[in-house]
């Protein structure tokens, strides 16, 4: 009795084990009401372009509304897989790259069934099949991993965060550092943010660490290190940095920001600089160079030409003369930033003459957060009425202008933004294909991250960074924060990098 | 022989339900601190929750825990669950320490710390940082206790494997897997296994740390799930004294238990455990009608928030919000609020913790006065170092649904779907009153402000809406304020709208008494009962009659308080002053 009590119990272990294993394909229902309209699924991939390596699109239907979900991918080749698992799409990761394989440079065609939720007058719900929709999948491949800040979208207090990396053919999320293993004032806490890479790669990189055991983390060559980029005279350490593309100088600027909170806007919070400048930190000599220090006016988010012979940087315009001076809490909307430019000669680290880059003001608004597409010929920003913080701003959008005749004529990247939430912190893939953005549009309140591919100087309706469990996006209660491009995965581990916080 | 043995049986059965029904007696008369507990803790349904609690030891336990304590959102299902466990912890520990006869009842002692450590919390329901606090530690130390059972069921010489057993479970037991080797090791004579047991207890937590977190704080690793009460504004070590002695019992019964088996032991054990509770326990009216009154506002009932208001001489600020709040949406304020009481006593907290309205219920409070924005701003402040718990989640669905932020209310909603007994929450509707005042205001850009200050001084500014109701709290916050220049913009105000309709109680007492302190050079002269003004007059008289020279003003208030205490000029010359003390700008950009 007691043997076969453990075969039993050994069966039904390897049962589980198979059952745990195995992917449903579900049958497509033999009868069904027609729609003629597209699923409202979750996250929208609707018609989307995608790169041939992203990890699989999974998606559900709206569980209030639906109770059972079937999706039947066909790929060019003639092959057809059906998937569903409630009102969920979770496509194994070998079958959605079998998949994209099948169908780059062409398109994977989606139909979708749901069925809906029983409701008082039925007992059973109804199989309804959807218009089909296509995703195309494009022959230009997105960089594998993108890192990020994950935070809560918060407002003075914060507890912890962590910059991670992802893998975007899969979904694996690994740490690049957290808050807590240096903290050692608790009375203080710990803020990091701002990790920037130098040319897409990671032996060259830095973040900053802001209270308790506080500095720039900076990686040279592999190696890491901890540095103060604050000099008696610049008004703090480096804030927003920018690595040069090839020379081991970072351009950063130096600011005094505060905030308010707005009692009635739907804005809600107003991130604004006091004062701020720029700095040139050249790792060789661990020298701070002022770049610029205009103490009337505002200096702010440099970046590098690709070819590393220019800084563009937001500067604002003056106030109107009867403003000059006044609390910045009734100034605050009418601070407006222009895009310039100086030239950089790397072997003397001096720079040219500012030019004038893109006149937001004359236009009555603001742009922020320039950067530079590979080749060289786009250049994208974000956009907003007034003020330099625009992932608060609701009306804020990326716009993308040509910076010379090489450019596409007509750009058009309406498609990259949404409708009334803020869009911003855009940045390029390292081939200049595929634009990533971090926008509220799915709730107004928490930042995702979204990507959109980008050729001639079109962009493709943007789609939502995909997650393995599409549920994920819902129970998530942080932002994606500051995120940006990279060819190779952060390879130094939490715990070297605490190390230089202990040395 | 067979009468002692009788008589034995006696007492330890007596003990036993003695502490029993003190068991029931606690947890009843705490159904209401479970009920915030379960509305303070987070549990968030999805990945991202059990893994950022997975990446830490103990974090098995802390994610059973935080789903065990939702079920307090029906305290008597809660506690049924909690006696469950600690039914089994006393027959498992009965095992595992190998109790016989009367020194079964040494777990008691056990289940006593348990039953205190749930009970002693006080104020720090509200701020403390550790999920799945309520459950975690009983179910942890059930577990320790079944493996030991198993352990010692097994020979002697097998011991070392329970001791690298208990070795990898550390990422699930936390300290509870050291306190099984020390437990285990101590139960038996030395040998050498005891010996090994003690190396892989000197080095679990470093190997672990060195294999599994080393994105870890070190700190955090060592004595995993050790509740240890620690923010950045404060930290207590009085709550961990049951931990503290749960781990001294479980050694001790390790050492001598299977001694004790002694007839007086229960009654010993079952008074100790009661004694021991009893001393630690906050007890406190303010603490639990506070949590009561936070409840019954969230759900809009407001006539119960009113009924205990009305039993409350001496209420902290957050009941006093609540009461004025309950009188607006009940359309008495001007009426009745000075009547029942505008005074209000500190938090009786005996470790003087940061806890003040912001912790307690300032979202709702705001909420409730329309400032949603600020009333989202502080459910973030609080729930990101406590947790997004229900009643934040709540809190947040409330104010989006007032924004007019639908795809933010179903995503709280969801979030809030997903917890074990709210399965069918939805956001009440936007009361009117809240509507209303939410437009009565214009924009402007503040600071971090301290919260019932903040209030005060707000809203007595509202001189010049044009909502019935905002004129109403604008004249009723200047009053609260002593503040006549402001008293009189917000009383032209509130005389503008409110033309043709009877002049509120407190409105004359506040109008006489400025006209006659601190008039305006352009007087606005309204009409006033007779008979208030003869009160008015009577005031003065008596406090003229009763003042000595050299004689307090507390002693002075104490003898007026009974036949002046509800009038508006009793609040003005002796109450409590809300505080009003600026603002502070935030310094920092996040």
Known sequence: MKKHLHILTLLLAVALLFMSSCTNHPDVPSSSKAVKSLPDIFPDYCDVTVPCNI???????????????????????????????????????????????ASTGKSIKVEVWGKTAKSESEQNGEWLSFSPFEIHVAEEPIDEYISYRLIEPSYVAWDYMEIAQRHLTTFEETQIFNNEITCVDKTKGQCINCHSYQNYKTDNMLFHVRLSNGGTVLVNDGKVSKVNMKRDYTISSGVYPAWHPTAKVIALSTNKTRQGFHTADPNKIEVYDMASDMILYDIATDSVIVVSADTTLLEVYPTWSPDGRYLYYCKSVPLPEELAGKDIRSTYQKVQYNLYRRSFDEPTLSFGEEELVYDAASQDKSATLPRISPDGHYLLFAQGRYGCFHIRHLDADILCMALDDEAAPDIDISKLNSEGFPDSYPSWSSNGHWIMCASRRDDSNYCRVYFSYFKDGKAEKAFMMPQEDPEHHTFFLKSYNRPEFMVEPVRISVDEFSKVFTD | MIEKSNASRAVGYGSLLAFVLFVVYILYINLEVFYTAHDRSEFIYGSAFFQRLMSKPFGLMQYVGSWLTQLYCKPVIGSGVMVLIWTLIFFAGTKAFRLRGSASALMILPIACLLTSIVDLGYWIYIYPIRGYWFSQSAAYLLMLLLMWMARSTPRRWHLLWYLIAFSTYPVLGWYALLFILCLSLSERPSWGELLGMVILLFTASTWRALLYSHLNSDDVVMAGFPVFDTALDASTHQSIPFWTLAALSILLSLFGRYLAKWFVPALCAVSGIIFTLSLMYRDRNYIDEMRMVRHALDDNWAEVLQIASDHPRPTNTMMFLKNIALMNDGSLLDRSFKMGNDYVSLNNPDSLHVTLLDTASPLVYYNYGMTNEAIRLSFENAIQAGFSPFYLKMLARCAQAKGDDKLVERYTTILNHLPLYEDWQPAPVSAQVKELQKSFTDELTGVENSDSYLVNDISLWYS????????????????????????????????????????????????????????????????????????????????????????????????????????WFYNIFGRKINISPMIMQEHGN
């Not at chain 2, 609260?480 to 109680?505: G, I, K």
């Not at chain 2, 400025?514 to 305006?520: A, G, H, N, Q, T």
């Open chain 2, 465 to 568: 809406t044009d909502s019935k109701l905002a004129s109403e709290q604008a004249l009723f916050y200047a009053m609260l304020r002593c503040d006549s220049r402001r008293f009189w913009a917000t009383l032209r105000n509130y005389v503008r709208l409110h033309m043709d309709e009877e002049f509120p109680l407190h409105a004359q007492e506040a109008y006489i008494m400025f006209m006659d302190k601190s008039p305006e050079e352009k007087r606005i002269m309204l009409p006033v009962e007779q008979s208030v003004y003869d009160r008015y007059t009577q005031f003065w008289a008596t406090i003229e009659k009763l003042a000595r020279p050299s004689m307090k003003l507390e002693t002075l208030s104490e003898e007026l308080r009974e036949e002046w205490g509800d009038t508006y």
């Open chain 1, 55 to 101: 990890a699989p699109l999974n998606f559900m239907l709206p569980s209030d509304r639906y109770a059972a979900c079937v999706a039947r991918i066909s790929t060019p080749d003639g092959q057809q897989r059906t998937y569903g698992q409630g009102v969920k799409v979770q496509i194994p990761e070998s079958d959605w790259h079998t998949i994209l394989h």
